[in-house]
């Protein structure tokens, strides 16, 4: 079959379901118990045994075979377990027992079907079946009976499954609430974890069906290319089977081309390298054979070396029991694996049981041991998918081998986890590879754009080579990975256990077609290859691919990176990640292009050797090459010459064409070569993800962004998930991929702004937002009331200085490059210090374009500060300066400084001294006009400074201006105007010539030799001319720097000496420090300011060498004093000789807390701890060390290579991280117990924790001494010691993500700036505001909760003035009051339900106010303010108590007036208000903290502002109450009696009969049948204006389109109507101008006139409203919703309605029987009074097809239990001789419909308001055959002719329709009373809603109680109130004078009376907003809008979705309705 695209479609088979399931605890509990039960029987720890007795390696036969069959007999128990633990279910459902009970009946029902069909069944297993679900009954029915059953069944299950995710819920909330109810803790967290899971699941699968395209599918067609080029496709399962095995064979055979595969050396070594030979090469002993390849020797020998550097060291080949539960607790159990079926859920259920898991642990051991591997290993499932979507080319497909789970485990626990754990203690994991454990691909990309800008900046050729493995882990030779594992000693028998499976491996496939019969490979066909998959192939490539780094090295290839200042350097051959290599070349001093060309040539055929000799191959195609070179323009500066090649001269134009001709070629396996791709400079490949560009540009990084944006945009826009997913999708999954890679970008703050272009833009409409607000807005944190959409900027220097503290100042590669690029940046400045301490705006045009320069950039634009370790180059001379410095100070900027810096960098000078003669006193005249290279100088050396420059060659406008702005610091003879002073410190600058005073010996000092001069004894002047005598290796001592020139003798002549260099002197001895002066050295002294101890600390080492140190720590921290303040304290004891060491200290920080105290106390441990280390060198044991946090424990016991951005208190764990890296200690760690004290005596305490407890006190003290003189410091200061790079922002330190903190600065500067410039708030206002405690609210609340309050904060939300913006029919006035409405408009809105609103709200933050410690006159004055709605001044405002505002209360107020009233309720705050809160918590001593205070007070203010947002948008967006729709009824009314009144003349013939409908029919049809007739008489009337005369034409008038909600605009309302009368010929009359309504309050939802005319004969008013006179002082709703059910039973004479049943006439509840049967029974017939008209009970049905009471028995016809229904009726023929029978029909309890048989018409009809069904013809024939089987017991004649006159109909059709699920019976109700009383029953009717808008539930509820007989009253608190009233009043007036009683007559007159009866009727009547005609009235028990709002305040939900979802606040907006004012009658 082939789709409309043409792609075949065919049915993916998917795996077998599992059954067991290891996170349901009853599921594995049963699993367990089989298999223990299994293992039991077969004797299995009996068998294991005996093997481990016998086992040795090599294996003998005997012992194979006995573990083979022991493996197989587990694998026999196991898999039989797994089918008896659990049934399986359909997945294409949500589970929930309602569900699967039907589908068990229709499963019997099916079952019965096969039965009577004749088909083989199983009988007895059946009618078990049916005697579980109780229905035996139905095996004995006839098929027809059981095939409707079946049917209704069918159907009844498929409405089920519509609502399967509700009764999933509900499902699962039962069992939590059991759970909790039992005390079952864990079961209840389960099922918590399952809500959430499940929850969390449908989020993201919908986000994945909109964002994700198709991913790696599998294979259902292969296309295979020929060697004609002609591609072959395969589309069925054998010839796809046969192409893919054809092709796997073939690539896992590919290996056997590499030499140690093949030849003599293949002979000696094997398949596996198990031989002597093996042992003989890594001993180092091997003699190879004549004939061997070069290249493979060179492994073989590295090999060699790494084997013997570890010397005795060994993996463990030992799996324990805590193994085997360690990995398996923690897998993820739906990975795919197992082609014997024993899944990952097996082994993680076994991992439960200790006795199973010790078990299968020793039984790996066992094989590891042997290297005996099971069959079973060595059959895999390589399953094919595609790596792109529709490409199906058989070289494109990915084959992924799933392996048996254990052989899994066992490989990633001896390779991937012990043997890399020994490379990395014996450090033998090379720099270059970054799939290592602690590097990342986005750590290579960042050290690939540094190398390219060190060759930036010092003008050097770089060559990189990207060379990229093909098929890596399937083209390993198995020999090659044997021997380079056992160098890293794993053990041989481990080995050959993982390789004898891979090379003997059974091939097995799976398609789309699901798994293969028949395999390749096996014993036979042995391949290579570690195979994707495999949990060892990843480890064994990365030891391989140590093994080619290492040979590299060896042959002298890479590049050398060196810190031009302090000369530290490491080489490098490139980056590596898994099969991504990039290879570098050239970068040395004397390279040029040519060169650097042929190094790089001959490390890619090196790699490419390398790599075939270990049975890989390079893959030209996805190889490339790229020279990074630069060449001056001329003019100063530098150009890339490949691509501006017009620019340069013409003989260096002809030198670069030639280069282009140099190709790059990598080596295939045949000695043959591949010429690979020449990428220029400006040319960039996707390299690990990512574009990296050689010239350092971003763009295509960028458009690769751009991209993503883009596709993401057009996805989310297509799918149809809420914006609540789509925010989840923009953070987690958008941006945490655009994030990657922002990191390494070196883009500048003007490319970043323009970065992503406008692709922000298109996306904002997903997120809910506007796209015309204000750019502004959209980046403003939510805090500021903004969108908080991501900055680019932002964003990407947040992640650069994540990756500067990452790796600045490590001892790692990129740690190195890093420290090289900064130290590159420093000099090309000339700055002594760090770069980021300098102006970017005086400085940054100087520096060359690179990462750190970008860096410099941000943070000096966003007014961050980086404090870092950094190495400064002291003043080297007194009085001396740098050069650069000075220049800047002398004013030359721009241009000019420029041009100055380029001579000063070609003259290698940093400071003055490096430009002055040795005296200090003259500037050296040859360095002024020219390049040092180019005089005397040049020709004794290469440099002339110890600093490494880069290149420059300055124009001569440069010399010009270098000359003269040197001149300017001296006189016209170079005399300096201040003359430098002795030497401080060591000279920059490589002194070429020297002198002894005393001996009158000179030196010239070349790079390679030192020639003496002595003085010349002929000479008249004998002391100042020297001659040549000798030359030497080393200088004299007592040399000075001298000024000597060279006579054209070759002698020298001395002009002048200077002062001796400085040697050092002065200098702090190391050595001779003490203990405590070394750790106070590391820095961080405030933590060491209150040291304390006895003694020395030298007995610590003592101590621990003897065993007997204790060292403890603990934390302290205590919110209600400071939360911004935590302390440690710490001691080390001496058990034997109590000595101690203590200390404590506090920390200020906004991170503070309990766990950072923790930290900061278990830190200073391991700072002395290492101290003393380094102080006595080497300690030969660790040391034990206790604390009561097990999170700090565990934190601390861990190596920490890396350490995340975002994880809490990453700054400690940096300095643990360069601890880890110095010691060679791993101190053990334990847990003590907390706060012993409070349960022993301190005596009765362990050492440890009587430690434990001293350290609390002391930690608690430093807490309270911090917080007395808080203030005293700043937090700047709390610097760690050994901290090497910090990151401070707005003077706070940050300890975690910075990103977050980076986001609000940056926001908050914006903020400030954009509320300035919008004239918003001004600065100093702006500045007043508690900024920090509205954001601490909003990180708390949901994303879709911050972007309502960014929306109402930014005006740019769905009021009127905004809407009507871009929809000019939208009204721009407030639904409730009608004023225009804007944002600010939301809380001064002057409705009456909106202040009620106001006020509920009010009186929530009033009760909230005085139960949270608030200050007395706070809580008196802030509620008034609000309530003025910003109508007055706080200062201005008037007390009701006529109380006085005090000066601070003023004060306060003031402040608030300055913000505004409107800011004041979004939750902005001054300051002035949280100091006096404040103050007053410190004088209260309460625990209420004043974050916390703030952050409540903040809730309320919002909590305001949304309540009236929701109220608002009811009012308008409710779907059929709201002003939207209302007015859109309005206008379709209008427009159907316009057409109704223009008359059929103007229509065609054959459309005439749309206007033949009956108005009654027409309107009483829904909205939407409206539309479509107004489409079609519209359409038609423009089809006829074609064919007639223009005088004919009617007039035209725009048609109203069909769609949900129509503009309020009316159409044709204001146009004159056409009369009847009017011929066709008559000229139509002149409309006016079509006006929008004017927009006001709701309009009334009352039924139209044709409709009530019809309604009207209902006596009982069933559709109305209770009206105030017939509820008699009793309120139905108090008593619907009273919970005791005492005395209030309705007693109906004969009939009774419970209070229960009574109960059900609440909202949303499923009616009962008693309840239809009283309201039939005792209401509508005695209102009858028709004796023609009866009505049987509900039970009449259930009694004649015997269902029983739950209705779940299947139906069975007895017309005996029915009988003598009806004959109480006096009539001869009984219930035959009435005219009509009404009978409502309960289905199955769940469902309500009725019958009426008229017995004059003989027509049965049934209604049911779901529609029709199938299942409902049941019950009309089944009342037919009883009033035939009647119809003979009173006749006594033949029934089957008397029935054949009877007509049966199913009138559900014109039945009104529901549409939930509970109204069924109050459907029945109306129904049956409309149709008894004469009135015709239409799907117009009336609708569902009516019964929410008429309270058609009370107004039942009311007629029952009204025919009750005891009519009950609830007990109401009002009700005995007046009791107690009417009591007392009696008393007062009743006189006893010791004889009768005398009443007082009442002096009210009747018309008094009647008068205050008529003013408590109105005072209780309500008006439906905008309605003509009071409806409904107020009860007592009705409550406040406010409560009402309760529920949905924040629910995370749409304005429209609540008004349409929430049944009670259509009831709140009617009745606290404004009263509609009464008109006065105009007199006539």
Known sequence: MRSVLGTLLHRIVPPKARRLNSKCPRIRDEYLALVRKGFKEKHIERRLVQIEETATFPPTEEVKQLMEKLDNLIEEIMLHSEKGCRR?????????????????????????????????????????????????QCIRMPVSEIVQLYREAKERTKDLMAESPYLRKQFLYGKLNEAIDTGRDQEAKRIQEVLRNEAQRKMWQGIHRATKPRGLLSVTRVEVPQEDGSVIEHTTKETIERALMSELSTRFGRAESAPICQGALFDLLGVYADTEAAIQILEGTFDPPPDSDARTLVLLKEISRIWQKIGEGEVSIAISQEDYQHYWRRV????????????????????????????????????????????????????????????????????????????????????????????????????????????????????????????????????????????????????????????????????????????????????????????????????????????????????????????????????????????????????????????????????????????????INDWGGFLHASGGALNPEKCSATIHNLEPDGKGGWIYPDQVKEELPREEEAEWEELDDLPFFVPQGNNDAAQIKRLSTDHAVENLGLYTRPDGKSDNHFEQMKERVTTWTAQIKSGTIPTRSVWM????????????????????????????????????????????????????????????????TIETTAASLSSLLQHYNMDTAIGITLKAAMSHLQLELGVPGCPFDYDFSVWGHLATDTWVKALWERIDKFGIVVKLDYHTIPTPREHDIPIMQLMVDKGLRGTDLKRVNRARIAQEALFLSDITTATGRHLEAHLLDDWWYDTSEGELGKHRSTLKFGTEFPTVEDWKLWKKTLKTVASATLFLNQPLGRWVAPSTRIWRHFFHPQLHIAEVHFDDRIRIYEHDIHSSDRSWILTYTRSAETSMPGM???????????????????????????????????????????????????LEYNAEPDWIFDAMIRGSLYCVTDGSYNASLATDICGAAWIFYCSETSNCL?????????????????????????????????????????????????????????????????????????????????????????????????????????????????????????????????????????????????????????????????RYHIGKANARRFYADEKIMENEIFDSVTWEDLRNLLQRRPRMYQLWYGKQCSGFCGVGAMVSRWDKNESSKCPNCGVHETADHLNRCSNKIRRALLSDSLRDLIEWMEDHDTDPELTSWLPLYLQKQGHKLFVDLIHPSRVKMTQRMRQVGHSLDRIGWRHVTEGKLSMALRSMQADYLRQSHTDVTIDNWMRGLIDQLLTLSHTQWLCRNLTKHHRTKGAKALATKEDIRKEIELQLDMGADSLPAESRCLLEISPHELFGMDTSKQQYWLNAVVAAR?????????????????????????????????????????????????RRKPTPPRPGPIQPDILLTSRSRSLQHDKLNVLHRNAADDLQGCSIVDLLRHRSSTNLDLSLGREKVSHRSFK????????????????????????????????????????????????????????????????????????????????????????????????????????????????????????????GDVYRSKTGRDQVAWKR????????????????????????????????????????????????????????????????????????????????????????????????????????????????????????????????????IVHSSDTAPSAQLASIVNRKRSAISVAEGEASIPNMTQRHAPPKKKKRKQQS
């Open 88 to 136: 399986l279910y359909a997945a294409h459902y949500e589970f929930s027992p309602p569900i699967q009970l039907w589908l068990d009946r229709c499963h019997l029902l099916k079952w019965l079907l096969r039965s009577h069909q004749g088909k083989q069944v199983n009988g007895g297993n059946m009618r078990r079946f049916a005697r579980k679900l109780g229905m035996t």
């Open 332 to 603: 993820k159990e739906k990975i795919s694996s197992s082609f014997s079926g024993l899944h990952f859920g097996h082994y993680k259920s076994i991992a439960h049981d200790d006795y199973l898991s010790d078990l299968l642990a020793r039984k790996l051991s066992l094989i590891s041991a042997t290297g005996a591997a099971p069959e079973r290993w060595a059959r895999g499932l390589s399953v094919m998918l595609e790596k792109i979507a529709g490409v199906a080319y058989i070289t494109k497909l990915r084959a992924i081998l799933l392996l048996e789970a254990d052989f899994n485990f066992h490989n990633k626990l001896i390779f991937g986890s012990r043997m890399l754990d020994l490379a990395r203690q014996h450090d033998l994991v090379p720099e270059e590879i970054y799939n290592e454990k602690g590097r990342t691909a986005e750590d290579a990309i960042l050290q690939q754009v540094l190398m390219y800008d060190i060759a930036r900046v010092t003008k050097r050729p770089l060559v990189v080579a990207q060379v990229d493995a093909a098929q890596c882990y399937d083209r390993v030779a198995l020999a090659m990975a044997a021997l380079t594992v056992r160098a890293f000693k794993v053990h041989n028998s481990s080995v050959l256990g993982m390789l004898k499976p891979l090379h003997c491996m059974e091939f097995y496939l799976r398609t789309g077609f699901g798994q293969s019969e028949s395999y390749f490979g096996g014993k036979e066909q042995g391949k290579h290859g570690l195979a994707q998959g495999n949990g060892a192939a990843p480890p064994t490539w990365q030891q391989i691919s140590t093994i080619m780094i290492n040979a590299q090295h060896s042959k002298g290839h890479g590049v050398d990176v060196v810190c031009p200042i302090t000369m530290k350097k490491i080489r490098q051959v490139g980056i590596a990640y898994v099969d991504d290599t990039n290879l570098w070349g050239g970068m040395a001093e004397d390279d040029d292009v040519t060169s650097a060309a042929h190094k790089s040539q001959a490390g």
């Open 729 to 792: 999708s923009y953070t987690h999954q958008l941006w945490a991929g655009l994030r990657y890679g922002l990191g390494a970008c070196s883009a500048s703050m003007t490319t970043l702004s323009k970065g992503l272009g406008s692709a922000d833009y298109y996306l904002l409409s997903n997120l809910g937002v506007v796209r015309s607000i204000t750019r502004e807005w959209r980046y403003l944190p939510a805090s500021f009331g903004g969108m908080n959409l991501f900055d680019l």
């Open 1040 to 1090: 000075v720097p001298a000024v000597l020139d060279e006579q054209q003798d070759g002698k020298l002549r001395k002009r002048s000496d200077g002062q001796p260099l400085w040697n050092g002197s002065g200098e702090d001895d190391d050595m001779g420090m003490s203990f405590l002066d070394r750790l106070k050295s590391k820095g961080g002294e405030w933590m060491w300011e209150t």
């Open 1142 to 1302: 203590q200390g404590e200290f506090a920390e200020q920080s906004e991170s503070a807390d309990s766990y950072r105290g923790e930290q900061l106390g278990m830190l200073a441990i391991h700072l002395v701890l290492a101290t003393m280390e380094e102080h006595y060198g080497e300690i030969p044991t660790a040391s034990q060390i206790y604390c009561d946090n097990k999170g700090t424990i565990q934190t601390f016991s861990r190596k920490h290579k890396r350490v995340s951005a975002t994880v809490a208190n990453n700054d400690i764990l940096r300095v643990l991280r360069r601890i880890q890296g110095k010691s060679k200690l791993h101190h053990r760690i334990q847990h003590v117990k907390a706060h012993q004290d409070d349960h022993f005596d301190l005596h009765m305490l362990d050492l440890e924790e009587q430690l434990n407890y001293d350290c609390d006190l002391r930690a608690k003290r430093a807490v309270k001494n911090a917080c007395s003189r808080k203030g005293e410091r700043t937090s700047a200061i709390y610097s760690l010691p050994m901290e090497s790079a910090a990151v401070y922002i707005e003077g706070e330190k940050q300890t975690t993500d910075i990103a977050k903190a980076l």
């Open 1582 to 1630: 423009s089809a006829a204006a074609y064919t007639t005369t223009p005088e004919m034409q009617p007039p035209r008038r725009p048609p109203i389109l069909c769609q949900t909600a129509l503009p309020q605009r009316s159409l044709t309302a204001s146009s004159t109507p056409v009369t009847a009368s009017a011929t066709s010929n008559a000229r139509p009359t002149k």
């Open 1704 to 1827: 059900t006439l609440n909202p949303a509840i499923w009616l009962t029987d008693e309840v239809i049967n009283g309201f039939l029974l005792k209401v509508l017939h005695p209102t009858l009074r028709n004796n023609n008209c009866y009505f049987f009970s509900s039970f009449f049905f259930s009694k004649l097809l015997s269902t029983g009471p739950q209705g779940t028995n299947a139906p069975c016809y007895n017309f005996n239990e029915v009988k003598r229904w009806g004959s109480q009726l006096r009539r001869r023929l009984g219930i035959l001789g009435l005219k009509e029978l009404y009978v409502p029909i309960n289905h199955r309890q769940g469902h309500w419909l009725f019958l009426r048989a008229q017995m004059d018409t003989k027509v049965i009809t049934l209604w049911d308001s779901q529609g029709r069904k199938e299942r409902n013809q049941l019950y009309l024939q089944s009342m037919l055959r009883y009033l």
């Open 1845 to 1976: 006159e009877w007509q049966l109909i199913d009138d559900s059709e014109n039945s009104p329709r529901q549409h939930n699920g509970h109204d069924c019976g109050v459907f029945v109700i109306t129904n049956i009373t409309l149709l008894a009383q004469k009135i015709p029953l239409t799907a117009q009717t009336y609708t569902e809603a009516t019964f929410l808008e008429r309270n058609t539930r009370e107004r039942i509820a009311l007629l029952l109680w009204l025919a009750s007989q005891n009519r009950p009253r609830p007990p109401t608190p009002q009700r005995q109130r007046r009791q107690a009233r009417a009591a007392g009043a009696a008393t007062k007036s009743t006189v006893k004078r010791g004889k009768k009683s005398i009443v007082k007559p009442s002096t009210t007159s009747s018309a008094t009376k009647e008068r205050q009866k008529r003013r408590r009727r109105n005072n209780n009547q309500r008006i439906i907003l905008g309605g003509s005609r009071p409806k409904g």
